[in-house]
């Protein structure tokens, strides 16, 4: 069974400071590896995607996560974020093949908060 | 339109009334799929389509669960005889192939 752990609930940073939001997967096949973003009142936004290749992802806004499978990681960095970047950040892993191929297991979420 | 779209937004209903759902995905998009969200909670798979069939339907909750999309394009949720646990944020996603997974605005429902 594959499932997704954000560690960490709540990340307040300081305006222009990096950040990184942590993400573990388990899956005993292969994975697909995404990030999702929802600001306030607003829905699901795609961040970005690991389906294969290079193991670092840039996405949208600045964000960028490095799949990492021996640690069976998939981390979310910005190194300088910004009051916009206010939101809730979901982790999500959707299998790669097989009868599961169809859906995604989202992690709880972390609420990013920025402070100027 | 270019993204998903659901409809009603927003939902208020009382215990034991049914409810409907609609879902209308990004065109072309074959895979479409139902996700609920409880406050404080990332979303929870539901089911999902390809076409017109129905894939798979292990997180309906019960059997006051249902969903269909018997034209492979528009989908609704109906949930039977609503109870209060039912109240949630219920968002719908479509896909093309394996690769990203689009969602809608959600529809927020209240059960009262």
């Known amino acids: 069974a594959q499932s997704v752990t954000q560690l960490d609930s709540q990340v307040p940073v300081f305006e222009e400071a990096p950040v990184e939001l942590r993400c573990n997967y388990s899956s005993s096949v292969s994975v697909y590896l995404f990030w999702y973003v929802q600001y306030p009142n607003q829905g699901l936004q795609l961040l970005l995607k690991y389906l294969s290749g290079s193991t670092l992802v840039k996405g949208i806004n600045g964000f960028e996560a490095e799949f990492n499978k021996s640690q069976t990681s998939f981390h979310l960095r910005k190194p300088s974020v910004h009051i916009s970047d206010t939101a809730e950040y979901f982790c999500?892993?959707?299998?790669?093949?097989?009868?599961?191929?169809?859906?995604?297991?989202f992690g709880k979420g972390t609420k990013l908060s920025v402070k100027p | 339109g270019a993204g998903v779209s659901q409809s009603p937004r927003y939902k208020v209903t009382k215990r034991g009334q049914d409810v409907a759902l609609r879902c209308d995905p990004i065109s072309g998009h074959v895979s479409l799929y139902w996700y609920r969200q409880a406050l404080g909670q990332g979303p929870e798979f539901l089911t999902y389509?390809?076409?017109?069939?129905?894939?798979?339907k292990s997180g309906l909750p019960n059997d006051r669960f249902s969903a269909e999309r018997p034209e492979g394009s528009i989908s609704t949720l109906t949930i039977q005889r609503t109870e209060q646990r039912d109240s949630a944020m219920y968002r719908c996603?479509?896909?093309?192939?394996?690769?990203?997974?689009?969602f809608g605005p959600g529809t927020r429902l209240l059960v009262l």
């Open positions: 389509f390809n076409y017109e069939a129905q894939q798979d």
């Open positions: 999500a892993v959707r299998a790669g093949y097989g009868g599961s191929q169809g859906n995604l297991i």
């Open positions: 996603a479509s896909s093309l192939g394996a690769t990203g997974v689009y």
